[in-house]
């Protein structure tokens, strides 16, 4: 039992080879996230959503996605998504294609063009806002109806 020299010298040594379990695809990240430590300079750039608590200066632009800004993120930057949703600090202009949201803790200097905005009791924003449907959506509109009223 104790006798080293009784086992078979034949037997190859057990080696364990360390695994990490695949990760459920339920527990995956669906969100880009950029950390509060992160300071990032820059154009940032994204097909996906994505969520950001630390600095960004430069410009962020995820045409078909959606951004969070979260309460501690201090941006410099001119961002471009489909919605975005602030609750902490941007210095830049806003376009999104469908909506921004400027929570109680958000703040916003600088202009935001979009189809929609909503602001909670507290957010602050200054700067020129510009919403509803874009003007080209309208000139076809307008078009469309002068050409109903000629018949």
């Excluded at 919605?83 to 830049?92: A, F, I, K, P």
């Excluded at 916003?108 to 919403?131: K, N, P, Q």
């Amino acid at each position: 039992m104790w006798n080293r020299d009784a086992a078979a010298p034949n037997d190859p040594p057990h080696t364990t080879v360390p695994t990490s379990p695949a990760r459920p695809i339920e527990e995956r990240r669906v969100v880009a996230w950029v950390g509060k430590s992160v300071l990032f300079r820059g154009d940032l750039v994204g097909l996906e959503d994505m969520s950001i608590d630390g600095r960004v200066e430069g410009t962020i632009e995820l045409r078909e996605h959606n951004l969070t800004i979260g309460p501690d993120a201090h941006i410099q930057a001119d961002i471009t998504a489909k919605t975005v949703t602030v609750l902490g600090h941007v210095v830049g202009t806003i376009t999104a294609s469908e909506a921004v949201h400027i929570g109680e803790t958000g703040s916003v200097e600088g202009d935001i063009t979009s189809r929609r905005l909503a602001m909670a009791d507290g957010a602050v924003a200054r700067g020129r806002v510009t919403t509803g449907a874009a003007r080209e959506s309208r000139a076809e509109a307008g078009d469309v109806k002068a050409v109903d009223r000629a018949r």
